[in-house]
T-cell receptor
């Protein structure tokens, strides 16, 4: 296992289009997190899963955003009707439940034009 | 609200000089604190973490950090900086249930040769 992987690494989309990102966590990890990082800022928490259950969503996660982790393995983050303000790096991380160390993927950089 | 603050947006040091990056926290109880490093276009790599016990913690790549409750600080240090240390550094704390991370805004480190 080579760590957390995210796909794609870069995505350019036109405003109003839908986009979907994928995250494959470290296989033994049952928690999976999504964060968003805008230029000049630290990552901000969006949502997390324990196994297939989505346990918490940030207020940052508007109704245009949806995340799934259907079999408790990989996760997808979809943004509908993208806006320029959605341009950011989307980071995925995974950990053991109760663990305190999260391992991050390399992120997906979204640019909305 | 629980938060971490990094007062320095940019820091420039000469290669071989010592480094100290500042982090202040605002938590009610003893926080779990972390330092992460992010190279351009990359995800986050954990440098070190503090949970309890010895207030001086050692990390990877020759970094260390000291937890000072009286000053609400968790500053990152390195005795001799290498050009490859140029990156962005984030201080973070664990927040609430689910072990979500709250990040500071980051400090961009530039190393002059």
């Amino acid at each position: 296992d080579t760590g957390v992987s995210q796909d794609p690494r870069h995505k350019i989309t036109k405003r109003g289009q839908n986009v979907t990102f994928r995250c494959d966590p470290i296989s033994e990890h049952n928690r999976l997190y999504w964060y968003r990082q805008t230029l000049g800022q630290g990552p901000e928490f969006l949502t997390y899963f324990q196994n297939e259950a989505q346990l918490e969503k940030s207020r940052l996660l508007s109704d245009r955003f949806s995340a799934e982790r259907p079999k408790g393995s990989f996760s997808t983050l979809e943004i509908q009707r993208t806006e320029q303000g959605d341009s950011a790096m989307y980071l995925c991380a995974s950990s053991f439940a109760g663990g305190t160390e999260a391992f991050f993927g390399q992120g997906t950089r979204l640019t909305v034009v | 609200a629980q938060s971490v603050t990094q007062p320095d947006i940019h820091i420039t040091v000469s290669e071989g000089a010592s480094l100290e990056l500042r982090c202040n926290y605002s938590y009610g109880a003893t926080p779990y604190l972390f330092w992460y490093v992010q190279s351009p276009g990359q995800g986050l790599q954990l440098l070190l973490k503090y949970f309890s016990g010895d207030t001086l913690v050692q990390g990877i790549k020759g970094f260390e950090a000291e937890f000072k409750r009286s000053q609400s600080s968790f500053n990152l240090r390195k005795p001799s900086v290498h050009w490859s240390d140029a990156a962005e550094y984030f201080c973070a704390g664990l927040t609430g249930g689910g072990n979500k991370l709250t990040f500071g805004t980051g400090t961009q480190l530039k190393v002059e040769l």
